[in-house]
Protein backbone atom coordinates (compact mmCIF):
# COMPACT_ATOMS: atom_id res chain seq x y z
CA UNK A 1 0.00 0.00 0.00
CA UNK A 2 2.81 2.45 0.76
CA UNK A 3 4.30 1.86 -2.45
CA UNK A 4 0.96 2.60 -4.28
CA UNK A 5 1.08 5.88 -2.69
CA UNK A 6 4.11 6.82 -3.74
CA UNK A 7 3.49 6.01 -7.09
CA UNK A 8 0.43 8.22 -7.03
CA UNK A 9 2.07 11.03 -5.50
CA UNK A 10 5.07 10.32 -8.18
CA UNK A 11 2.31 10.93 -10.89
CA UNK A 12 0.58 13.72 -9.81
CA UNK A 13 3.90 15.65 -9.46
CA UNK A 14 4.33 14.69 -13.13
CA UNK A 15 0.85 15.91 -13.80
CA UNK A 16 2.47 18.94 -12.22
CA UNK A 17 0.39 18.81 -9.18
CA UNK A 18 3.66 19.47 -6.70
CA UNK A 19 2.06 21.70 -4.57
CA UNK A 20 -1.39 21.81 -2.41
CA UNK A 21 -2.46 24.69 -1.91
CA UNK A 22 -6.26 24.11 -0.53
CA UNK A 23 -7.50 21.32 1.99
CA UNK A 24 -10.27 19.85 -0.27
CA UNK A 25 -10.11 19.75 -4.20
CA UNK A 26 -11.65 22.78 -5.85
CA UNK A 27 -14.42 22.49 -8.44
CA UNK A 28 -14.30 25.42 -10.92
CA UNK A 29 -16.81 24.15 -12.54
CA UNK A 30 -19.25 25.85 -10.10
CA UNK A 31 -19.14 29.60 -8.16
CA UNK A 32 -18.26 29.44 -4.64
CA UNK A 33 -20.91 30.07 -2.17
CA UNK A 34 -21.47 33.28 -1.12
CA UNK A 35 -20.49 33.45 2.54
CA UNK A 36 -22.42 33.74 5.34
CA UNK A 37 -24.24 37.00 6.46
CA UNK A 38 -22.97 36.61 10.12
CA UNK A 39 -20.24 33.90 10.34
CA UNK A 40 -19.58 33.29 14.05
CA UNK A 41 -16.69 33.65 15.88
CA UNK A 42 -15.08 32.35 18.70
CA UNK A 43 -15.00 34.73 21.58
CA UNK A 44 -11.36 35.82 22.25
CA UNK A 45 -10.40 35.04 18.84
CA UNK A 46 -9.75 36.94 15.85
CA UNK A 47 -11.47 36.06 12.63
CA UNK A 48 -8.75 35.71 10.12
CA UNK A 49 -9.57 34.83 6.03
CA UNK A 50 -7.80 31.60 4.86
CA UNK A 51 -4.50 32.02 3.55
CA UNK A 52 -5.16 30.35 0.25
CA UNK A 53 -8.60 31.45 -1.16
CA UNK A 54 -10.26 32.26 -5.08
CA UNK A 55 -7.24 34.52 -5.34
CA UNK A 56 -8.30 35.67 -9.56
CA UNK A 57 -10.90 36.49 -11.39
CA UNK A 58 -12.29 34.39 -14.54
CA UNK A 59 -10.03 33.85 -17.49
CA UNK A 60 -11.39 36.03 -20.08
CA UNK A 61 -10.60 34.90 -23.83
CA UNK A 62 -7.64 37.08 -24.71
CA UNK A 63 -4.86 37.16 -27.73
CA UNK A 64 -1.47 39.08 -28.03
CA UNK A 65 -3.30 42.00 -30.08
CA UNK A 66 -5.82 42.53 -26.37
CA UNK A 67 -2.20 41.82 -24.55
CA UNK A 68 -0.47 44.65 -26.73
CA UNK A 69 -3.65 47.15 -25.98
CA UNK A 70 -3.66 46.98 -22.10
CA UNK A 71 0.50 46.77 -22.18
CA UNK A 72 0.89 49.81 -24.65
CA UNK A 73 -1.50 51.83 -22.35
CA UNK A 74 1.03 51.89 -19.94
CA UNK A 75 3.30 54.79 -18.99
CA UNK A 76 5.57 53.52 -16.37
CA UNK A 77 6.12 50.27 -14.98
CA UNK A 78 3.56 50.84 -11.66
CA UNK A 79 1.52 51.11 -14.34
CA UNK A 80 2.22 47.99 -16.38
CA UNK A 81 2.52 45.79 -12.96
CA UNK A 82 -0.46 46.78 -12.40
CA UNK A 83 -2.17 45.83 -15.50
CA UNK A 84 -0.22 42.46 -15.74
CA UNK A 85 -1.97 41.93 -11.78
CA UNK A 86 -5.54 42.04 -13.67
CA UNK A 87 -5.04 40.75 -16.78
CA UNK A 88 -7.12 37.72 -17.02
CA UNK A 89 -5.95 36.41 -20.79
CA UNK A 90 -3.17 34.15 -19.58
CA UNK A 91 -4.53 31.02 -17.50
CA UNK A 92 -1.14 30.81 -15.57
CA UNK A 93 -2.19 32.79 -13.50
CA UNK A 94 -5.19 30.79 -12.14
CA UNK A 95 -2.21 27.98 -11.43
CA UNK A 96 0.34 30.47 -10.12
CA UNK A 97 0.76 31.69 -6.45
CA UNK A 98 1.35 35.25 -7.93
CA UNK A 99 2.38 37.46 -10.11
CA UNK A 100 6.41 37.68 -10.42
CA UNK A 101 6.59 41.25 -11.93
CA UNK A 102 11.12 41.62 -11.95
CA UNK A 103 13.68 43.01 -9.43
CA UNK A 104 16.52 45.12 -10.12
CA UNK A 105 16.74 49.23 -11.34
CA UNK A 106 14.56 50.50 -12.77
CA UNK A 107 16.37 53.00 -14.89
CA UNK A 108 19.06 49.90 -15.52
CA UNK A 109 21.70 49.73 -18.57
CA UNK A 110 21.09 45.92 -18.64
CA UNK A 111 17.80 43.65 -18.63
CA UNK A 112 18.10 39.93 -17.95
CA UNK A 113 15.12 38.00 -19.32
CA UNK A 114 14.82 34.41 -18.25
CA UNK A 115 12.15 31.94 -19.16
CA UNK A 116 9.38 31.58 -16.50
CA UNK A 117 8.98 31.88 -12.27
CA UNK A 118 10.12 28.17 -10.76
CA UNK A 119 8.21 27.05 -7.21
CA UNK A 120 11.00 29.16 -5.12
CA UNK A 121 9.81 32.29 -7.61
CA UNK A 122 6.38 32.05 -7.49
CA UNK A 123 6.13 32.30 -3.08
CA UNK A 124 8.47 34.87 -3.12
CA UNK A 125 7.32 36.49 -5.93
CA UNK A 126 10.65 37.39 -7.29
CA UNK A 127 12.35 36.01 -10.38
CA UNK A 128 15.19 34.31 -10.14
CA UNK A 129 15.27 33.10 -6.38
CA UNK A 130 15.59 29.98 -6.45
CA UNK A 131 18.95 27.93 -7.50
CA UNK A 132 19.54 29.17 -10.81
CA UNK A 133 18.99 32.77 -9.00
CA UNK A 134 21.85 31.91 -6.94
CA UNK A 135 23.78 31.08 -10.02
CA UNK A 136 22.77 34.13 -11.84
CA UNK A 137 23.85 35.97 -9.17
CA UNK A 138 27.24 34.53 -9.59
CA UNK A 139 27.31 35.20 -12.57
CA UNK A 140 26.82 39.12 -12.46
CA UNK A 141 29.52 39.20 -9.72
CA UNK A 142 31.61 37.52 -11.71
CA UNK A 143 31.64 40.57 -14.53
CA UNK A 144 30.98 43.25 -11.79
CA UNK A 145 27.05 43.55 -11.64
CA UNK A 146 24.61 42.67 -8.92
CA UNK A 147 20.67 42.73 -9.33
CA UNK A 148 20.52 45.65 -7.91
CA UNK A 149 21.88 47.47 -10.70
CA UNK A 150 20.27 44.99 -13.21
CA UNK A 151 16.83 44.48 -14.55
CA UNK A 152 16.00 41.04 -13.82
CA UNK A 153 12.27 39.38 -15.16
CA UNK A 154 10.88 36.47 -17.03
CA UNK A 155 9.07 36.26 -20.63
CA UNK A 156 6.23 34.73 -18.67
CA UNK A 157 5.51 36.37 -15.18
CA UNK A 158 3.29 33.39 -13.55
CA UNK A 159 4.34 29.77 -12.71
CA UNK A 160 3.99 27.40 -15.18
CA UNK A 161 2.22 23.77 -13.36
CA UNK A 162 5.32 21.57 -12.99
CA UNK A 163 7.98 24.27 -13.66
CA UNK A 164 6.48 22.88 -17.26
CA UNK A 165 8.06 24.90 -20.18
CA UNK A 166 5.81 28.08 -21.55
CA UNK A 167 3.85 27.06 -24.54
CA UNK A 168 3.74 29.47 -27.46
CA UNK A 169 0.70 30.74 -26.87
CA UNK A 170 1.25 31.63 -23.23
CA UNK A 171 4.52 33.51 -24.48
CA UNK A 172 2.45 35.22 -27.20
CA UNK A 173 0.33 36.76 -25.05
CA UNK A 174 2.62 37.71 -22.21
CA UNK A 175 5.26 38.67 -25.09
CA UNK A 176 3.76 42.34 -25.05
CA UNK A 177 3.89 43.35 -21.23
CA UNK A 178 7.67 42.19 -21.83
CA UNK A 179 8.17 44.80 -25.02
CA UNK A 180 6.54 47.12 -22.92
CA UNK A 181 8.41 46.83 -19.70
CA UNK A 182 11.98 46.92 -21.79
CA UNK A 183 10.69 50.15 -23.43
CA UNK A 184 9.58 52.00 -20.35
CA UNK A 185 12.82 50.84 -18.41
CA UNK A 186 15.23 51.44 -21.90
CA UNK A 187 18.10 49.47 -21.10
CA UNK A 188 21.40 49.94 -23.59
CA UNK A 189 21.46 45.98 -23.91
CA UNK A 190 19.57 43.07 -23.23
CA UNK A 191 20.97 39.62 -22.02
CA UNK A 192 19.03 36.56 -23.23
CA UNK A 193 19.19 33.61 -21.20
CA UNK A 194 17.90 30.48 -22.75
CA UNK A 195 15.86 29.66 -25.52
CA UNK A 196 12.39 30.53 -24.31
CA UNK A 197 13.10 34.06 -23.80
CA UNK A 198 15.59 33.99 -27.19
CA UNK A 199 12.37 32.98 -29.70
CA UNK A 200 10.39 35.78 -27.40
CA UNK A 201 12.76 38.80 -28.55
CA UNK A 202 14.75 37.64 -31.75
CA UNK A 203 13.15 38.33 -34.71
CA UNK A 204 13.09 35.78 -37.90
CA UNK A 205 14.86 33.43 -38.57
CA UNK A 206 16.68 33.81 -35.60
CA UNK A 207 13.86 32.93 -33.55
CA UNK A 208 14.04 29.45 -35.15
CA UNK A 209 17.20 28.88 -34.20
CA UNK A 210 18.40 27.00 -30.95
CA UNK A 211 20.02 28.49 -28.27
CA UNK A 212 23.43 26.66 -29.07
CA UNK A 213 23.50 28.33 -32.33
CA UNK A 214 22.41 31.60 -30.97
CA UNK A 215 24.58 31.87 -28.14
CA UNK A 216 27.54 34.64 -27.62
CA UNK A 217 26.95 36.37 -30.97
CA UNK A 218 25.43 40.03 -30.51
CA UNK A 219 21.97 41.24 -32.04
CA UNK A 220 20.30 44.21 -32.58
CA UNK A 221 16.41 43.56 -32.20
CA UNK A 222 13.87 46.72 -32.85
CA UNK A 223 11.29 47.19 -29.59
CA UNK A 224 8.19 48.86 -29.93
CA UNK A 225 8.70 52.64 -28.08
CA UNK A 226 12.66 52.73 -28.57
CA UNK A 227 13.63 54.76 -31.03
CA UNK A 228 17.10 52.70 -31.98
CA UNK A 229 17.73 48.92 -32.10
CA UNK A 230 18.62 46.84 -28.83
CA UNK A 231 21.82 44.99 -28.62
CA UNK A 232 20.98 41.42 -27.60
CA UNK A 233 22.99 38.58 -26.58
CA UNK A 234 21.67 35.13 -25.66
CA UNK A 235 23.32 33.05 -23.79
CA UNK A 236 22.51 29.67 -21.25
CA UNK A 237 19.87 29.96 -18.84
CA UNK A 238 21.47 29.34 -15.59
CA UNK A 239 19.23 26.09 -14.96
CA UNK A 240 21.12 24.68 -17.40
CA UNK A 241 24.17 25.41 -16.60
CA UNK A 242 23.46 23.82 -13.70
CA UNK A 243 22.04 20.41 -15.39
CA UNK A 244 25.26 20.72 -17.94
CA UNK A 245 28.19 22.54 -15.86
CA UNK A 246 30.17 21.91 -18.67
CA UNK A 247 28.81 24.24 -20.89
CA UNK A 248 29.80 26.98 -17.93
CA UNK A 249 32.79 27.50 -20.25
CA UNK A 250 30.89 28.83 -22.95
CA UNK A 251 28.62 30.99 -20.63
CA UNK A 252 31.60 32.38 -18.90
CA UNK A 253 33.23 33.75 -22.57
CA UNK A 254 29.41 35.55 -23.20
CA UNK A 255 29.84 37.10 -20.01
CA UNK A 256 33.21 38.07 -20.61
CA UNK A 257 31.84 39.66 -23.98
CA UNK A 258 29.40 41.22 -22.17
CA UNK A 259 31.47 42.92 -19.54
CA UNK A 260 33.59 44.56 -22.66
CA UNK A 261 30.24 46.08 -24.07
CA UNK A 262 28.75 47.46 -21.38
CA UNK A 263 32.66 48.61 -20.05
CA UNK A 264 32.60 50.39 -23.63
CA UNK A 265 29.37 51.84 -23.34
CA UNK A 266 30.77 53.51 -19.83
CA UNK A 267 33.38 55.07 -21.79
CA UNK A 268 30.95 56.44 -24.63
CA UNK A 269 29.01 58.27 -21.08
Known amino acids: MDMDLIEALRLQVEWGADEALLDAPQDRRVAAPAAAASAPVQAGRAH ?19 AAKVAESCESLEALQAALAGFTGCALRDTATQLVFADGAAD ?8 APGAEEDRAGRPFVGPSGQLLDKMLGSIGLDR ?4 I ?19 GVCLPFLLRHIALVRPRALL ?8 A ?7 GLG ?15 LAAPIPCLPSYHP ?5 MPAAKSEAWRDLLQLREFLELLSTQG
Do not use: S
Open 239 to 243: AYLLR
Open 211 to 225: IRRLRGAWLQVEIPG
Open 48 to 66: HAPRHVARHATVLPAGPAQ
Open 192 to 199: LLGAVAAR
Open 153 to 171: LNTVPWRPPGDRPPTEAEV
Open 108 to 115: ARLMVVGE
Open 201 to 207: VLPEPER
Open 148 to 151: ATVR
